[in-house]
């Protein structure tokens, strides 16, 4: 059995409907279907989900959402005469775009995850018709019914554990299944969603709760590649990775990936194939386990990312301090702040940050706290800072690895703030100004690959 989830790219328009409908009937192992809200059709053009925010925003302040609602409406009206559905088998749908506003929701975070999640239920409820109407046997099936329960948290939920056990009951379905992505329910039935991009996360937790052989993500690239094709031209198509390769890469900055979306599928030890839609032929990428994989290459890919800043701390003895990293930790944690690393040595340490967790206020009280409670000889925000990650399972056994990385960034004259190896030892981290990220992907990039 295979999970199919379609990103919202495969989804925006009659003509990418016709070539999901081609791809599901290409397999018959292809039993459950994911997916996402209508995306873009062109450049410019506005995803659904943004215009259900919009709606969800005129609602709540009471404004006048008809426009936005007609717009709405119409991306689904467009796709539907494509295939000529009668309008009478779209009423159903209408009156719940247009009943949002009237459902009961315990507060406004609900609501805008009770609209927002519409955009992926009633792409479900179409894509259905649409099967049905070429007399396959397809069924629409909606979390509550499923079974796919989450946690309160209504815009950023986290799956319960018995959801999984509540999936089993439908590997033996005849039907095809068509799953909405991105959303669940919580105990006592309300809408809740998963972070943006959660629509690839229901895909994973599908195919760990029916133990797949394999989840198909579908979306817009011919595979992953080894860097940004918009820093590295034409760079080269990674064949196969592995789970935590993907993870390492997708944090600094692969963006095929949600960040956490594949955790599921790792749990359950579920191969992932991403593949492009328009090209459905290509073998595009497989991320599959850590055993008995053999790397091809001393290293997979190299990222970057500029969402990043530093706090650098210098004091003498620092490292003879007892409780010094406590008292730091101790402000972040009221605060509400994370840290992602924390390089150190005798005398300094540097904290990094995902700086999207900070407004200037939070900055400066945290920054004037850790003076006050830690009285550092030098203390230094650095917002002006970018992550590199350098990641392959074949570096485990390399050596020299680390000079082929930093000598084409010093011919450069590219400077190198931080370096940290991960403990897994498949991944080195740089930390440069966020103007040289580019060039020092590049550098690397071609140092690695030609």
Known sequence: MKVVKFGGSSLADGEQFQKVLKIINADPARKIVVTSAPGKRYKNDTKVTDLLIEYAQKAIAKQDYREVVKTIWSRYHDIAAYFKIPEQLLKPLLQELHNLPQVSYPSKDFLMAGFKAHGEKLNAQLLTLILQSRHIPARFLDPKESGFIVTDNPNDTQVLPETYSNLQKWTQTSDLLIVPGFYGVTQDGLIATFSRGGSDITGAIWARGLDADLYENFTDVDAIYAADPRIVTHPHA?????????????????????????????????????????????????????????????????????????????????????????????????????????????????????????????????????????????????????????????????????????????????????????????????????????????????????
């Open 238 to 450: 990674v064949n196969v990775m592995t789970y935590r390769e993907l993870r390492e890469l997708s944090y600094a900055g692969f963006s095929v990936f949600h960040d956490e979306a594949i955790i599921p599928a790792i749990e359950g030890q579920i191969p992932i194939n991403v593949k492009n839609t328009n090209h459905p032929d290509l073998p595009g990428t497989m991320i599959v386990p850590e055993n008995n994989f053999q790397p091809q290459s001393t290293i997979t890919g190299v990222a970057s990312s500029g969402h990043f800043a530093a706090l650098y701390l210098h004091k003498y003895l620092l490292n003879k301090q007892v409780g010094f990293t406590l008292k730091l930790l101790q402000i972040f944690y009221k605060f509400n702040i994370s840290y992602e690393h924390m390089p150190s040595g005798i005398d300094d340490l540097t904290v990094i940050f995902d700086k999207r967790q900070f407004n200037e206020h939070i900055r400066q009280q945290m920054c004037l706290e850790i003076q006050q409670a830690l009285n550092p000889d030098q203390l230094e925000w650095i917002d002006d800072y970018a992550i590199i990650m350098v990641v392959g399972e074949g570096m485990k056994n390399k050596i020299g690895v680390m000079k082929n990385i930093t000598l084409p960034l010093a011919q450069k004259h590219i400077a190198i703030h931080m370096i940290n190896q991960g403990a897994s030892r498949i991944s080195i981290m740089l930390g440069t100004k966020k103007a040289d990220a580019a060039a020092a992907v590049k550098e690397i990039y071609h140092k690695f690959f030609n």
